[in-house]
């Protein structure tokens, strides 16, 4: 492999976008070319390196992508792919997975599916899991993240499906975590169902009753903003719990926080989780499918709890905050297997790898 184009929305707000400016990054000092198509520009990207080649579909933000038809974005995307020629296209999300196949029809060229979510939940409807389905039957190549993931696909199709895990931003590696010295809980995600905020939020409140100097703040946006204010004001907890909005700071945040949560009730390889570990602050996340049982194995590197348990996570917050040198242990395991596995050199490499063993 030569040359390699990604597709995504944009280069913002997601797990899969971040995804997309790691691996894209340190891909681009191994191959001669790498690009990104993008649907829409935004104020708020992650950062990519120089190398890389960002073409945007509609030439502006997401209005100006809204305006074009379906017909003239699809015959835009075929366009650039007919000129950038790519070895592969690695598009991410499930519609750009789709997009993208109709865009190259009839045109000579290897589409790497990508699953990026638990494939039993995400897309959110049978008929779009069964076209997700479809194309990978007869894709000549697939890449999921975990285990899990691959299970879920009938045992003939496996043989053209590879996990590939995501890879780690450097910046959430090298930095030392400090600490602080209030508990300071921190969740990180987008504001909706799939994480659970609720669950988090009120588990909080019930432990911030007996423990009044602690405090809990969620970084991301999302369609549930107003909901989740309104659930923190009903609890009374607006001096304790804080919806943060986005953060470009997010290294440092970590570093200096008591404990990472994660509420979510499902996932695909959560990024925030393998950040947290990454950086070294003790992790608790529900037991959900996919992801944190691979990453934190039997409470080996941090603390695991039922997914929509409100008592356990509650007993888990607890005890990080009572038996927190028992929690450094677990977190500094968790630092080095993130370190070990799932660093951008590993993982971009792996995946040229795959790409050159394509039939």
């Not at 919806?243 to 390889?269: C, K, Y």
Request: proline share 5%; glycine share 6%; net charge positive.
């Amino acid at each position: 492999m030569k040359s390699c184009l990604f597709v995504v929305p944009s280069l913002a707000d997601g797990g899969a976008e971040r995804v997309v400016s790691v691996l894209s990054s340190e891909l681009a000092k191994k191959i001669d070319k790498v690009s990104i198509l993008i649907y829409w520009d935004t104020d708020f990207n992650y950062h990519v390196n120089d190398k890389v080649n960002i073409i945007n579909l509609s030439g502006g933000n997401k209005k100006a992508y809204a305006k074009m038809s379906i017909a003239s974005r699809l015959k835009k995307m075929r366009s650039v792919i007919k000129e950038e020629k790519p070895d592969v296209i690695i598009p991410f999300l499930p519609h750009v997975c789709l997009h993208v196949g109709i865009a190259t029809l009839g045109l000579d060229c290897t589409v790497i599916q990508t699953v990026r979510n638990n494939p039993k939940s995400s897309p959110d409807s049978k008929i779009r899991r069964f076209i997700r389905d479809l194309q990978i039957r007869f894709s000549k190549c697939t890449i999921v993240q975990n285990e899990e993931q691959l299970e879920y696909f009938p045992e003939p199709w496996r043989k053209k499906i590879h996990i590939l895990p995501n890879p780690i931003n450097e910046d959430f590696l090298n930095i030392e975590y400090e600490g602080s010295e209030k508990f300071r809980a921190v969740a990180v995600g987008r504001l909706t169902e799939q994480k659970n905020f609720p669950l988090l939020i009120n588990a909080f409140s019930s432990f911030a009753e007996k423990y009044i100097n602690v405090s809990l703040s969620i970084y991301g946006d999302g369609a549930l903003k107003d909901e989740l204010n309104k659930l923190i004001k009903k609890n009374r907890m607006e001096k304790q719990i804080f919806l943060m909005g986005r953060t470009d700071n997010l290294p440092d945040i970590l570093a200096h926080s008591s404990v990472f949560i994660m509420s979510s009730n499902f996932e695909g390889m959560p990024n925030s989780l393998m950040e947290a570990m990454a950086v070294g602050i003790p992790v608790i996340s529900t037991d959900c499918p996919t992801g944190p049982k691979e990453l934190i194995g039997d409470n080996e590197r941090g603390l695991l709890v039922s997914i929509d348990n409100k008592e356990l996570l509650i007993q888990a917050i607890q005890s990080i905050l009572l038996r927190n040198s028992e929690a450094l242990k677990r977190s500094y395991k968790a630092k080095g297997f993130i370190t070990r596995n799932f660093s951008p050199w590993e993982i971009s490499g792996q995946l040229i790898i795959i790409c050159n063993n394509i039939k």
